[in-house]
């Protein structure tokens, strides 16, 4: 797993993904946005954007002490709508960052695996079937807990989540203990 912020790795998983979990002739576009909040506004509700956060295992390092740390609460916020008449779909995605324990500086963006961002994206895929192409839900999936499914060894090395180091506790959005 690298501790690295590649936004590649998550479109091309998007872009393998797209047919067989979507099914559709639209083109969907995979964007970023750094700002990205998840309150949409009346404008964008109007607009049919919906929101979609997920919880992911990440790893970091900061930029300044090269010190590497895992988490199991990085959130990663998307925004995605379906328009219609145009036949374009389009995910922006946030990835949320956390500060180093020790220098307590900015905000390092995290890196994933790509089974990481392979669970991530089949959720976000279950809610646009669900939200723009009407598919009945599956039983809602179980959001991943901390620690969960993680192996023992990195059970040890995690250490309790720290909100002031973490941004998306921060902007009120990290994921549910
Ligand atoms: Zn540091
Ligand atoms: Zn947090």
């Known amino acids: 797993m690298s501790t690295d912020w590649t936004p590649t790795l998550w479109s091309e998983c998007f872009e393998e993904m797209l047919d ?7 083109q969907w576009a995979f964007h970023f946005n750094y700002g990205l909040t998840e309150t949409l506004t009346k404008e964008e509700r109007r607009r049919e954007w919906r929101v979609y956060s997920h919880c ?33 779909g389009t995910v922006l995605m946030r990835p949320l960052g956390q500060a ?11 890196g994933f695996s790509q089974n990481e961002v392979e669970e991530a994206l089949l959720g976000l895929f279950g809610k646009i079937r669900k939200n723009c192409y009407g598919e009945e839900e599956e039983e809602e999936e179980e959001e991943d807990d901390d620690e969960e499914e993680e192996d023992g ?4 090395s995690m250490r309790p989540h720290e909100k002031a180091l973490c941004e998306a506790c921060r902007l009120g959005i990290c994921c549910q203990e």
């Not at 067989?20 to 639209?26: A, G, I, K, P, R």
């Not at 790893?59 to 379906?82: D, E, I, M, N, P």
């Not at 060894?153 to 040890?156: G, I, L, R, T």
């Open 100 to 110: 180093c324990r020790r220098c307590r500086e900015e905000f390092e963006l995290p």
């Open 56 to 88: 992911a295992f990440g790893q970091f390092q900061c930029g300044k002490c090269f010190k590497t740390w895992r988490s199991a609460r990085v959130v990663v916020v998307f925004r995605y709508r379906l328009q219609n008449k145009t036949a374009r």
């Open 20 to 26: 067989e979990e979507l099914d559709s002739s639209d």
């Open 153 to 156: 060894s990195e059970k040890v």
